[in-house]
Structure formats: structure tokens, C-alpha cells
């Protein structure tokens, strides 16, 4: 049979878009969907516009980006009519949204700076606000995704930025669908199947657009499912399992006063879920209130940034009980407070007053993780106060029979105090939908059968005390740590966690790691948190700042046991001090608060563009603190030397496994202790017993292999790499980039393994690095081509360059390279040399330094006597080659050289690129309207080239 072609995948979708209620419409360019436009907004609105009365409607849809026009489109838009009569204006109709006029067309040309011929349009009232692209049958859709934006840089802005409205993406090759939020930060991997109730992902395109784009849902979803990220000025989609979770929960609360739980595998997005929910259920008729309840004053601050950046203004953290108490009797519909404030209002009788009128309304509680908290004496009193009120609560790890612990009130588990599971999305889910990573875990002991394990921890048969604290042992972890972190971590591109038994072993581990990096043996950054309390030596303790015990369950003041670990933990402190320029301490529990919101804050912004490296924290040594509720995309690895089980241990292995780039193929786990079994049964307890192979990755072995089927079908299509420079077509070429992008992945996850050996592969590293310099010659091949505005089929490829760059391999450790090439023999002079040229054409970053740096070599390093001088020598070069290039680029466009570099230097330091008119202002005069998009994006491309060959990768 032969393979269905684009064009035919797309006259089928029409067609049977049209048999779902879509109307039919005939688009060719952006004059005419700009006369469709006018027609259905009268239609929609049951009037009719004059010229003048349609012009300035136009130009209100033409202000702002994105983001601001997804706020346009659902507000309502006051013009002055011909005869002096005021009219509001509706875009669509997020209340009644099956009232709005849908209509599907294809093939629409607009012009940017580019030509660019969309696949299929779904507009509503005339504003195009889903886009679907579409890829033949066998091809991958991360090339729809690419496509897609290319047309948001190219032309989407163009003809009034009308495609800018376009709320959603559908990319599907007919066999894989998927859809994704209008959000330029988003990486393919932010893009979502949809899916059925049970979580049976539906990736066909016939039955996606059956149950996704029937008007009556893509209303819906439009209408109350895209949430506008204030922090990020971005918008995002709920995924399947959110929208059929927060539906429940809707539905419970309008049909019934039952409570219920939503069982949300750790690392899935319950806070969005949660929020929307919330949004939606505070304004029904039949609602008084909705309280968000947490059971970490740290959570507490947390959440509400993360609900205030969903929608601005939605909470306000409530800062002592007073201030609960306030909310509560004033009109705030949405209250996010934590459980402990909670229990203090209900309990003492100077605020309980206050709150009687509200005995009998309907309150409806939403507890976030659920698991950790509702187990004592509160949750009665919160039941038996509110007689009202419905209770909901999100967990990741349910308590079940097995796994739970017993108080003053028995074993209770969550279906006790909850009710029935309402919804369920567990870890296998998860990892199946690649919205969370697998685990990649190892035993570090001598009962691996294939090992680099330079040390005999002996994990199997130790199970006393003693030993786990023996010196000797924690000496050779330590040790093990210091030579695989690079390994693990990518280079130090990614941080760790070390989750250790107690204080005592803790501090014994830190002072180890301190005295060797005194040493010279190490310069990883590390840091330390323990809490205050009096409950430490428990494994399974839960951590807390200050403030955050429940105050009839806690111990008096939680005080240091000795006065020996609060100075251990001040002295601490006082490295980070140092290392960080901070000036944090345990004088009070508002400094420790703070040391920990820093700590916290330091992981989770290195995921931002605009992290710089000294801010860098490698490892943070806990006992139980981060372990749970803890979110930091950019940790990959947990080193753990504690028992850990049930719950417990898959909140703390998923602080590793979420999704962050190509880079980050899975969550890595070393254990020091023999945690096999334990693993199994909590993997076993939250899904089922066959899924320990699909949540953990296979041994190295099974990888291995994978690579080498990838190198089988690579050599099948290049036998040598030379042969890379005889493929014909573009065809070829694209079958040589997709064999061996496949053989760049599975190394990267080979790579991240402690076994990694190039011995037991059918290649040697350096032909490999031949290869990749074919591949990257191909990558700038398209680059070329697209400056001079030639079409390739390679366009929408994705190199993942992201898998090639080596942070350690910097200008800096280039130079170290050149001293020893000018201390060297002459015989060994010529292979060095090549050896520093093949680094650079493999390395992403350098590459684009080649050039310049082989000049110096050639022309400079001669002339130079003194080995100490190279590296005052090539900055002297290199600030001249700078300001030629930056004299070149000015006199070739016109530009304002001190502007410009003003321009560049911002730039730099904040990432942000410049606005047009930005860039406009360097300009000797301003260019025409036609010619203006075109001059931008050039100078934008220059800049750009500018700072990536002197800016980028210039430090060590």
C-alpha cells in the first residue's frame, strides 16, 4: 500500500471537519482572511461594521504580542459607531462557548520575511486560533513542530498579526497527534497526546479530531482550559489527565457534597490542576469559599507565586493567622493558606468568633499532597467545624494499607479521610506520556557484575548501624561521588542531592567533602540543610522549617540537640556565606527560612537562560529536607545513603525526573545501600508489579546495544565518514542526519552510566568525532542556506546540538592546550595541533570560533617566547579581531557604533532580545515599512553570530 501523502492527510481531515459542524471556507491570503474576518465578527456580534468601524478593530487586533492578544481575544472591545453610538465588540464567548462560529480552511499564503503556505486553519469567529501542520505518514512530528516555529518567526506577525491569536498547535504525521499551548519557550517536549478518561492516549488524527476538535470541546478547552502564565508571559494547555481531573472535581462539588482525591503522580503538574480547579469551582452559585491548604510554610510561598503567575492577583500568602482569619470573613473567594494556620484559627477562641457565621456555608477545602499531613488530630477538627464543607485532596502517593503509619486515631489511609479516588494518573502514566523521566538507578556495591566501581562499598550484606557509619565507608562514597558527579551530571550542567540517614552521618560526610576540596581533591560547591528539630535520627521523619509543626503535636521548641550540631550547621552556613557573597546564620528562624528559600532558589534558576555559573550549587546534603514537594527541572541525580521505602522513597527519587530538554534523558539514582527490594515494592505499590521495567531504565548492557543497532544502521547508510561528503541528494543527507541523531541519543544515556566504556562499543571515540563533524558541517550547511533564503528539506530537522556541547571545553582550557603545543617536541607538535582543530570543529560553541582561533595559532603563537604570556596575548588578539568585526558589521548596516555595542552589551547580560525598534534607534535613518522586517531580523542574525563567536564560551 502506498504511503498516504501530505495533501491527502489533509483533504481527509477537512472532510471530516466539515462532518463535525465546521463550516467550509475557501482562504488563499491574508487580504482574505481579513474579508472572512469582517463577515464572521458580524455575524457573531449580529451587526454590520462600516469601513472605518472595521478599520479600528483591526487595529485593536493588531496591538501586542502573543500574550497580550490571547487577553484581547476574551475581552470585549468598545468602538464608537458612524452615528456617535457606543458598541462593544466580542471576539469569543468563553461563557456560551458552543455560541461561537467555527470554520476550517488550508492552504493560507501570508508573506513576512519569508513566503510562508500554512497546512490547515480552524477559525473562530474569523480569528484563526488553531493552527494543524502536518507531516506524511513515517516521518517524525518533531519536524511539524519545527515547522511551526519557523512560521511564528517568519510570518505569523504578518497582515495585521492576526495568526498571532492562534491559541493552540495540532502536529500529527495521521499515526501521531499531538497538541501544545501558542508558548515560544516550549520545546517538543512540552507537547501533548490527548487521551481518554483512563489515560489510553488516542494518537490516530481521525480519532483525535473526533473527540479533541469537535467544536463544542475545542470551545471548552479554549474557554477554560488555557491559562495565561503571568510570570512567564506565556500561555499553557492542560494536559489530558488535568482536564479530566478538574472536571470531577467540578462536577462533584455542583452534583454532590461527597469528598474524593485525585491521585496525580509526583512531577505531573498538580499545582495547574489543582488551581484550575479551584478557579472554576469558586465561582459556582452554590460555593462560599475555596481554601488551598499546605502543609509547608515554604510550600505556602511557593504556591502562591505559582498561582498568582496562573492568574495575577489570585492569592495572597497569608502571613500569620490573624491575616487567614481576615480572608476568611472578607470576599476573597480564593484563600491559600497552610494547615497549621488553619488548625490555629479554628482552635483558639480569640479567632474563632470570628469565623462561626461560616459553620454552615459551603466551604470547599483542597489539600495539596495530601499524603503528608491530614492524618492527625486536624483533619477531624477541620470536619467537624466546616459541617458544610467538601474535602478534596491531590497526592502523588496515596497511603494505603502498606504503607501507613500509625497515630492516636489508628492506620488511616487516604481512602479513609477522603473518600473515593476520583481520578488517577500514576507514575507509569507518566513516563509513558513522557511528562516525567525514568529512573536510571544503580547499587553501587561489589554484587555488580560489570563494575568501574574503583571501591568495595559492600551495599549487599551490611544492615548494622556501626558500619553504615563507619569512616571508612563514608571516605570511599565520598570519593565515589567526587569521580562520577561529572559523569552524572553532564559536566556539572545539572545539581545534585545526597539524601543521607541523619545529622550526625551528615555532618560527618560534609566535613569529609570540605577537607578534600581543602585538599585539592575536588571543586564541586556544596551545601548543607537540617532542621531544628528534636526528630532527626527518625529515617522517615517528615523535615520542617521553624514554624511549621503543628503546635499541639509539636515538641516543646524545637531546639539542637547539642549545641556542637547548631555550631557544625552555623559554620556551614558560613561556607555558603563565602561561597555565594550571602549572609545568612541560625540566629533566628526567619535567617534559617531564608537560607533555605536561597538554597531552594539557586536550583530552580539554573534552568533560566540567564543563570550564570557562579551562582552554581553542585550538591545539597539533606536528610529529609527537599525530599518531597521540592521542584528543580535542573536536578538530574540523588546520591542517597538511607533507607528509604514506600512513599517516601518516590518522592524523594522524583525530585530527579523532570523533563527538561534532550539533555536530561533520565533521573539518575547512585545507592550506596541495598535498596532493591525497596524500590520494587514502592514501584510495585503505586502502579503494579510489571512496571518496574518501563519506570527504570534497563543496565548498561541493554543500552549498549542500542547503540549498537544505531551504529549498524548509520555504517548501512555511510560506511566511513568521508562518504558523508559523497551523498547526492538532500534525501540522503536527511537519512545520514536521522542515523546518526539516533546514535547521538543513545550515547548521551550511555554516557550518564558509570560503566561507560568506548572498549565495549563498535566504534572508537575519535571516528565517532569524525562523524559528528559531518553532522554539524550539514547543520551549518542550513544555516547558510537559510540566510539566502533557499528552502531545504533539512530546515525543520532538529540537530539537538544541545547533546554536543561540553561546557569543560572552553576559550580557557583551549589555551592550556596551546602552552603545552608550545612546549611541546616538534614530532609531537603536528598531532597536538590537529588534535586542538578536530576539538574545535566538534564542539558546538567553539566551532563558530575555528577561524579566528586557528589564525592565532598560525599567524600569533609563533611569535610568542613565553608560555605564561599566550593567554595576555590572545585576549590582546582577540579584543582587536572584536572591535574589526564590530566596525564591519556597523559599517554595513549603518548602525551607530556606540548604540550598537549598547545594544549588544544588554543583550548579553539579560538575554533578551532586542525589539525592532531597539534596533530601529542604532540606525543611521529608519527604513521603509516594507523593507524594515527584512533589515531587523538581519541585524537580529548578525548580533547574534556577534556574540555567539566573541561573547559566548569566553570564560572558564
Avoid at 360 to 366: G, N, T
Avoid at 657 to 671: A, F, T, Y
Wanted: proline residues 1%; aromatic residues 10%; hydrophobic residues 35%.
Amino acid at each position: 500500500m502506498a504511503k498516504q501523502s501530505e495533501l491527502q492527510l489533509e483533504n481527509n481531515l477537512i472532510k471530516q471537519l466539515v462532518g463535525l459542524g465546521y463550516q467550509n471556507v475557501t482562504i488563499t491570503d491574508g487580504d482574505a482572511l481579513v474579508s472572512n474576518l469582517k463577515a464572521q465578527l458580524e455575524a457573531f456580534n449580529q451587526t454590520v461594521f462600516s469601513t472605518k468601524e472595521f478599520d479600528a478593530i483591526l487595529n485593536h487586533l493588531a496591538k501586542g504580542n502573543v500574550f497580550e492578544k490571547a487577553k484581547t481575544l476574551r475581552d470585549r472591545f468598545n468602538i464608537t459607531r458612524d452615528n456617535g453610538d457606543s458598541f462593544y465588540v466580542r471576539f469569543f464567548n468563553s461563557e456560551d462557548w458552543t455560541s461561537n462560529l467555527f470554520q476550517v480552511t488550508n492552504q493560507i499564503t501570508q508573506e513576512g520575511t519569508y513566503k510562508n503556505r500554512y497546512d490547515v486553519t480552524l477559525l473562530v469567529n474569523g480569528l484563526p486560533l488553531v493552527q494543524i501542520e502536518l507531516k506524511r505518514r513515517g516521518l517524525e512530528i518533531k519536524e511539524a513542530f519545527n515547522q511551526i516555529n519557523r512560521y511564528q518567526r517568519h510570518s505569523f506577525w504578518s497582515n495585521h498579526g492576526l495568526f498571532q491569536y492562534v491559541q493552540l498547535f495540532v502536529i500529527s504525521n495521521g499515526g501521531n497527534t499531538k497538541y501544545l499551548a501558542n508558548n515560544k519557550l516550549q520545546s517538543v517536549k512540552q507537547t501533548f497526546f490527548w487521551a481518554d478518561v483512563n489515560n489510553k492516549n488516542i494518537t490516530e488524527l481521525i480519532d483525535f479530531a473526533n473527540s479533541f476538535l469537535a467544536p463544542n470541546h475545542l470551545g471548552k478547552i479554549i474557554a477554560q482550559y488555557v491559562v495565561h502564565n503571568e510570570t512567564h508571559k506565556i500561555l499553557m494547555v492542560l494536559r489530558p489527565y488535568q482536564f479530566y481531573a478538574t472536571e470531577q472535581l467540578v462536577n462533584q462539588v455542583s452534583t454532590s457534597n461527597n469528598n474524593g482525591y485525585i491521585w496525580h503522580t509526583t512531577g505531573s503538574g498538580k499545582t495547574l490542576t489543582s488551581f484550575k480547579a479551584s478557579q472554576i469551582i469558586m465561582d459556582l452559585p452554590n460555593v462560599h469559599k475555596v481554601v488551598f491548604v499546605v502543609d509547608r510554610k515554604d510550600l505556602d510561598y511557593q504556591t502562591m507565586l505559582e498561582f498568582n503567575s496562573f492568574k495575577k492577583d489570585s492569592v495572597d500568602v497569608t502571613d500569620n493567622t490573624q491575616s487567614l482569619v481576615k480572608q476568611l470573613t472578607d470576599d476573597s473567594k480564593l484563600v491559600l493558606t497552610t494547615i497549621q494556620k488553619l488548625n490555629n484559627a479554628i482552635s483558639k477562641a480569640n479567632y474563632e468568633k470570628s469565623l462561626t457565621h461560616l459553620q454552615d456555608k459551603k466551604v470547599v477545602f483542597i489539600f495539596d499532597e495530601c499524603h503528608r499531613s491530614q492524618f492527625g488530630e486536624t483533619h477531624k477538627k477541620i470536619t467537624e467545624y466546616f459541617k458544610s464543607s467538601q474535602l478534596f485532596g491531590f497526592t502523588g502517593t496515596p497511603i494505603f494499607k502498606d504503607n501507613a503509619s500509625k497515630n492516636d486515631l489508628g492506620k488511616r489511609t487516604t481512602k479513609d479521610l477522603f473518600g473515593k479516588c476520583m481520578h488517577k494518573y500514576v507514575i507509569t502514566d507518566a513516563i509513558k506520556d513522557q511528562n516525567v523521566l525514568r529512573f536510571g538507578i544503580e547499587y553501587i556495591g561489589k554484587y555488580k557484575q560489570k563494575s568501574n566501581t574503583f571501591i568495595d562499598i559492600e551495599v549487599e550484606d551490611i544492615d548494622t548501624a556501626e558500619v553504615f557509619k563507619d569512616e571508612k565507608r563514608l571516605e570511599k562514597i565520598a570519593d565515589y561521588i567526587i569521580a562520577y558527579h561529572d559523569t552524572k551530571t553532564d559536566r556539572k550542567d545539572f545539581s545534585a542531592l545526597f539524601a543521607v540517614s541523619n545529622i550526625e552521618t551528615l555532618i560527618k560526610y560534609y566535613d569529609i567533602f570540605k577537607r578534600k576540596k581543602e585538599a585539592g581533591e575536588h571543586d564541586l560547591r556544596i551545601a548543607t540543610i537540617f532542621s531544628y528539630g528534636t526528630n532527626e535520627d527518625d529515617e522517615y521523619a517528615q523535615d520542617y522549617i521553624p514554624g511549621d509543626e503543628l503546635q499541639q503535636a509539636a515538641e516543646p521548641n524545637a531546639l539542637y540537640k547539642t549545641s556542637h550540631t547548631r555550631e557544625k550547621l552555623d559554620t556551614y552556613i558560613t561556607d555558603y556565606n563565602q561561597m555565594y557573597n550571602t549572609s545568612f546564620s541560625t540566629r533566628d528562624s526567619q535567617q534559617f527560612e531564608n537560607y533555605f528559600k536561597d538554597i531552594s532558589k539557586r536550583l530552580k534558576e539554573r534552568e533560566k537562560t540567564t543563570f550564570q555559573d557562579k551562582d552554581r550549587l553542585d550538591i545539597v546534603l539533606v536528610v529529609n529536607m527537599m525530599l518531597t514537594g521540592f521542584d528543580a527541572k535542573k536536578v538530574n541525580t540523588l546520591y542517597v545513603d538511607k533507607n528509604l521505602k514506600h512513599h517516601g522513597l518516590i518522592q524523594a527519587y522524583s525530585r530527579t525526573n523532570r523533563i527538561l530538554g534532550e539533555k536530561k534523558s533520565q533521573g539518575n539514582i547512585l545507592c550506596f545501600r541495598n535498596l532493591k527490594k525497596a524500590t520494587d515494592e514502592a514501584i510495585t505499590l503505586f502502579s503494579n508489579k510489571n512496571a518496574i521495567e518501563d519506570i527504570i531504565l534497563p543496565p548498561y548492557e541493554a543500552i549498549a546495544e542500542k547503540f549498537d543497532d544505531a551504529l549498524k544502521n548509520l555504517l548501512e547508510i555511510v560506511p566511513t565518514y568521508q562518504n558523508v561528503d559523497d551523498l547526492v541528494s538532500e534525501n540522503d543527507e536527511l537519512n545520514f542526519v536521522q542515523a546518526f541523531r539516533r546514535l547521538l541519543r543513545a550515547k548521551n544515556v550511555l554516557e550518564s552510566y558509570t560503566d561507560f566504556d568506548w572498549e565495549d562499543l563498535g566504534i572508537d571515540d575519535q571516528t565517532f568525532e569524525d562523524y559528528k563533524g559531518k553532522y554539524l558541517d550539514l547543520n551549518e550547511k542550513v544555516k547558510s542556506n537559510r540566510q539566502k533564503h533557499k528552502t531545504s528539506i533539512l530546515d525543520d530537522i532538529d540537530f539537538e546540538l544541545e547533546l554536543i556541547h561540553r561546557d569543560e571545553i572552553n576559550v580557557a582550557y583551549i589555551l592550556q592546550l596551546l602552552a603545552k603545543l608550545k612546549q611541546s617536541k616538534t614530532a609531537d607538535a603536528k598531532a597536538q595541533k590537529k588534535a586542538i582543530i578536530d576539538m574545535l570543529s566538534g564542539d558546538v560553541e567553539l566551532r563558530s570560533k575555528r577561524e579566528l582561533i586557528e589564525k592565532f595559532i598560525e599567524e600569533n603563537l609563533p611569535h610568542i617566547s613565553d608560555v605564561d604570556a599566550i593567554q595576555d596575548e590572545f585576549e590582546r588578539y582577540w579584543h582587536e579581531e572584536k572591535i574589526l568585526a564590530l566596525s564591519k558589521i556597523c559599517e554595513d548596516e549603518n548602525l551607530d557604533k556606540a548604540q550598537f555595542k549598547a545594544l549588544i552589551e544588554s543583550y548579553t547580560y539579560n538575554g533578551r532580545e532586542p525589539l525592532r525598534d531597539e534596533v530601529f534607534k542604532c540606525l543611521d535613518s529608519r527604513p521603509s515599512i516594507l523593507k524594515a522586517r527584512e533589515i531587523g531580523a538581519r541585524i537580529l542574525d548578525k548580533m547574534k553570530e556577534f556574540v555567539q563567536v566573541f561573547v559566548n564560551g569566553m570564560t572558564a
